[in-house]
T-cell receptor
Framework: SAVISQKPSRDICQRGTSLTIQCQVD?????MFWYRQQPGQSLTLIAT?????????ESGFVIDKFPISRPNLTFSTLTVSNMSPEDSSIYLC??????????FGDGTRLSIL | RKEVEQDPGPFNVPEGATVAFNCTYS??????FFWYRQDCRKEPKLLMS???SGNEDGRFTAQLNRASQYISLLIRDSKLSDSATYLC???????????FGRGTSLIVHP
């Protein structure tokens, strides 16, 4: 399976600031996804990162708050904008395909003060 | 109602015990199922796929019952290192986006 690298692995940020998380895959993949996992909760899909076009956001998530880039088939970024304590979470990128299980990066643990 | 439901536990078992988790799904279009393992504050990692014919990998056995719409995971001879959260995942045919259960917490104690 693909090797997925995420960075930063963790960060502590001030409220009102923004943080960009990077996800690098060691091979070309069709589908890349961004998830959020809040403490004690399951994974929630934020959006599907589409190569060469705007990301597809799930209900409750908007581009202004979570802008996503996907410049090529091996790389994507997620920005968490104007952060508040409620954004404290683990953010995960993953790659997958139809009928195939997804594989995850090792996550970014974000704390907002 | 969530599409994939799991008992959150925790399941507290002694080393060597056999433990089983069930997961129910409501979307009959779901075709592929998986079990993931997630350690505390780590990313989920694929444990095994689930097939109608059953799937066994060492101490782990996964079963799919389409008639009753549930998936099971059986762990035999539990080890301390099996302590983790186990996520049940369903994927509908033609879809790239899986549905994750909330996870079942397992604690194996000496």
């Amino acid at each position: 399976s693909a090797v997925i690298s995420q960075k930063p692995s963790r960060d502590i940020c001030q409220r009102g600031t923004s943080l960009t998380i990077q996800c690098q895959v060691d091979s070309q993949v069709t589908m890349m996804f961004w998830y959020r996992q809040q403490p004690g909760q399951s994974l929630t899909l934020i959006a599907t990162a589409n190569q060469g076009s705007e990301a597809t956001y799930e209900s409750g998530f908007v581009i202004d708050k979570f802008p996503i880039s996907r410049p090529n088939l091996t790389f994507s970024t997620l920005t968490v904008s104007n952060m508040s304590p409620e954004d404290s979470s683990i953010y995960l990128c993953s790659v997958g395909d139809s009928h195939e299980p997804q594989h995850f990066g090792d996550g970014t643990r974000l704390s907002i003060l | 109602r969530k599409e994939v439901e799991q008992d959150p536990g925790p399941f507290n078992v002694p080393e060597g015990a056999t433990v089983a988790f069930n997961c129910t799904y409501s979307n009959s279009a779901s075709q592929s199922f998986f079990w993931y393992r997630q350690d505390c504050r780590k990313e989920p990692k694929l444990l095994m796929s689930v097939y109608s014919s059953g799937n066994e990998d060492g101490r782990f056995t996964a079963q799919l019952n389409r008639a009753s719409q549930y998936i099971s995971l059986l762990i035999r001879d539990s080890k301390l290192s099996d302590s983790a959260t186990y996520l049940c995942v369903g994927l509908s045919g033609g879809s790239y986006i899986p549905t994750f259960g909330r996870g079942t917490s397992l604690i194996v104690h000496p």
